[in-house]
Nanobody, 124 residues
Framework: EVQLQASGGGSVQTGGSLRLSCALS????????VGWFRRAPGKEREPLSC????????YYTDSVKGRFTISRDNAKNGVYLQMNDLKPEDTAVYYC?????????????????WGQGTQVTVSS
């Protein structure tokens, strides 16, 4: 059984930084592409960033380009999202998700496994 555990959320002020971590188990990590999504109150789930197994050309949605960086450590079965210059509109529950296959996708329905989410709150 594949399990994902997201952590690292918290409360920061505008301009602050957080680093989210996603720990995966129960599957060959090298065969999983991973994505980060978020859901703000009253809004639909939004794809943020995705990374393939080969770590080439990760995807970033326009609103986080230049501020968020995704990375993965295959030796630790972990994927990370470094978030800098946080803004109040980044407030949401953040989820990591994994899909079988090498390539990333920004489409949530293409992901097979989901973590429980971690809350990020940015105050002005």
């Amino acid at each position: 059984e594949v399990q994902l555990q997201a952590s690292g959320g918290g409360s920061v002020q505008t301009g602050g930084s957080l680093r989210l971590s996603c720990a995966l188990s129960g599957f060959d990590f090298d065969d999983l592409a991973v994505g980060w999504f978020r859901r703000a109150p009253g809004k639909e789930r939004e794809p943020l960033s995705c990374i393939s197994t080969r770590e080439t050309s990760p995807y970033y949605t326009d609103s986080v380009k230049g501020r968020f960086t995704i990375s993965r450590d295959n030796a630790k079965n972990g994927v990370y999202l470094q978030m800098n210059d946080l803004k109040p509109e980044d407030t949401a529950v953040y989820y990591c998700a994994a899909r079988r296959g090498t390539g990333w996708s920004p489409r949530a329905y293409e992901y097979d496994y989901w973590g429980q989410g971690t809350q990020v709150t940015v105050s002005s």
